[in-house]
């Protein structure tokens, strides 16, 4: 069974300054997907980012990067230029690379809450 | 809005009372999926359906729940005899099954509490 652990429960960052949530996780698969998913207040979940493990370059998405080490088993979140709306809880979700009828379904990790200060 | 949409919004039952939530997945999406979210927790999956056809059951799954999704539009999921600790969000997500991976798209969600 695949596990995901993000151990900062809390995070608090300045607007405009980077911040970086870390993530890890434990599978044997060797071909699967990893995201973070953003949770706004009484929001409903959104995608930040995605990476497919069989790609060593980091997915970006504008303020949103990703440093991704597939040995350690760490997909870490830099959001840069923090801004007031970045405030939410940050998933890290771990996929299952899989065809057919298979569901694929995701593997959450506990969150962090991001609180950017003004 | 064409996003995935979740009714009620929000469910407060007693105990041992039976409850049923609805989802409805964007339209195009043949997959349907269920998880569970409780407080400071991520979402734990519950269930997925490929058009009608309901083809996994996560062990959290308890005989209590069922789930249906008749003609592979709309879902529900349904708890009989409530119990306290069945209080979470419950979250339901679409997708399409072309593709490397299966995206996913959540609804709002349906929070439950169980007095």
């Known amino acids: 069974a695949q596990t995901v652990t993000q151990s900062q429960p809390e995070m608090s960052v300045q607007e405009a300054e980077t911040v970086t949530l870390s993530c890890t996780y434990d599978?044997?698969?060797?071909?699967?997907?990893l995201f973070w998913y953003k949770q706004p207040p009484s929001r409903q979940m959104i995608l930040v980012i995605r990476?497919?493990?069989?790609?060593?370059q980091n997915a970006t998405e504008n303020r949103f990067s990703v440093n991704f080490q597939k040995a350690a088993k760490s997909f870490s979140l830099k959001i840069s230029d923090s801004q007031l709306g970045d405030t939410a809880m940050y998933f890290c979700?771990?996929?299952?690379?899989?065809?057919?009828?298979?569901?694929?379904?995701?593997?959450f990790g506990p969150g962090t809450r991001l609180s950017v200060l003004p | 809005d064409t996003g995935v949409s979740q009714d009620p919004r929000h469910k407060i039952t007693k105990r041992g009372q039976n409850v049923t939530f609805r989802c409805d997945p964007i339209?195009?999406?043949?997959?349907l999926y269920w998880y569970r979210q409780t407080l400071g927790q991520g979402p734990e999956f519950l269930t997925y359906?490929?058009?009608?056809?309901?083809?996994?059951k996560s062990r959290l799954l308890s005989d209590r729940f069922s789930a249906e999704r008749p003609k592979g539009s709309f879902s529900t999921l349904e708890i009989q005899r409530t119990e306290q600790g069945d209080s979470a969000m419950y979250l339901c997500?679409?997708?399409?099954?072309?593709?490397?991976?299966?995206?996913?798209?959540f609804g709002p969600g349906t929070r439950l509490t169980v007095l």
């Open positions: 997500a679409s997708g399409p099954s072309s593709g490397l991976y299966n995206e996913q798209f």
């Open positions: 599978t044997s698969e060797s071909n699967y997907y």
């Open positions: 990476q497919e493990a069989y790609k060593q």
């Open positions: 979700a771990f996929m299952k690379h899989a065809g057919g009828n298979y569901g694929q379904n995701f593997v």
């Open positions: 339209s195009e999406h043949n997959r």
């Open positions: 359906f490929q058009n009608e056809a309901q083809l996994e």
